[in-house]
């Protein structure tokens, strides 16, 4: 129904009068554009989201102003992007969390995958599972082990129910088979630190959050959470080397309200795909731990369809409900 649906609105736009089309776009932009941050000033969404609006504003010739919003995991950020003109100048910085709140919550105030039009995709981050380095287990399988010994014994800390480390970590308790008891926080630093003074074992992180700890040995990285390796971390293996078909990370991208003009869509996805070639962006981003993910506004969409069913059958399965 999902790939359905982006399908319908891909051909209403492509039925567009080609001069209507190009209007807009030839103008574009002429004032300040808008992007909101779902989650608070100096994390991985709002580091990531500066990085382009610098390059946009820098080759577009007009002022892009980064505004956090931070609020419902990112709901309100939304909401407001949603309900904006569809002219272009006010974009979401969406990500993985967007995908997952369409399940999460049963009463949003939009339809994530009717009411925004999928811009570009930016980056695609690991999560990484972390424990402590006093922890018996060192591999994936030794953990599994540990775990199916003492089933409901092990604590899996979070950042908060419903973020991506969490459904993260449900999806490799199903698919590993193993009792681990969720203990949610409210963020990362605290789950961190418990972590790192034993009171819980197991943590799936961004990478960006763990990436420093895990260099200078302070915690363990037993395996990355996507389908290939991480260039800032080559030697950690992936889940899916021992859980065939595992595969979960955090992405983000831009997206702009629906009824956007598809000639506006494709000139910013055309100026972010070069700033995702450029060699110093690309460093920063796999400093960062990330991988680009640069591609057509479709393929965007495309991303967003996949995640949004595969992460509704995680929640329905783990029976997880927000706050």
């Known amino acids: 129904m999902i790939r359905r649906q982006f399908l319908h609105l891909a051909v209403g736009a492509a039925a567009l009068p080609v001069l209507a089309r190009n209007a807009p776009a030839q103008t574009y932009p002429s004032r300040p554009i808008r992007i909101l941050v779902g989650f608070p000033a100096g994390g991985t969404p709002d580091i990531l989201t500066r990085l382009v609006g610098q390059w946009l504003q820098d080759h577009l010739g007009q002022p892009v102003v980064v505004e956090d919003k931070p609020g419902a995991s990112s709901n309100l950020a939304t909401e407001a992007v949603v309900r904006s003109a569809a002219d272009g100048y006010t974009l979401l910085a969406a990500g993985s969390p967007n995908a997952i709140n369409a399940s999460l919550y049963d009463k949003l105030n939009y339809n994530f995958i009717r009411d925004i039009a999928p811009v570009a995709s930016i980056v695609r981050l690991p999560d990484v599972m972390v424990v402590n380095p006093e922890f018996p287990a060192k591999t994936v399988p030794e953990f599994i082990a540990y775990a199916k010994a003492n089933p409901g014994k092990l604590a899996m800390a979070s950042a908060g129910i419903g973020t991506s480390g969490h459904v993260a970590g449900e999806l490799f308790k199903m698919m590993a088979g193993v009792d681990l008891l969720h203990v949610p926080y409210r963020g990362g630093p605290p789950a961190v630190a418990d972590l790192l003074g034993g009171r819980v074992q197991v943590l799936f992180d961004v990478l960006t959050n763990s990436l420093a700890l895990i260099r200078s040995s302070k915690l363990r990285a037993l395996a990355v959470t996507t389908a290939v390796r991480c260039e800032a971390l080559p030697d950690v293996p992936t889940v899916a080397e ?44 796999i400093d960062l731990g990330g991988t680009v993910l640069a591609g057509s506004a479709a393929d965007f969409g495309k991303l967003i369809a996949a995640d949004t069913e595969k992460w509704a059958k995680v929640i329905g399965s783990a029976g997880i409900e927000p706050e």
């Open 242 to 285: 021992f859980v065939p078909g595992y595969e979960a990370s955090y992405w983000t991208g831009l997206a702009a309200p629906a009824g956007t003009s598809a000639d506006i869509v494709e000139k910013l996805n055309h100026e972010i795909n070069a700033a995702l070639a450029d060699p110093k962006i690309k460093a920063r981003i």
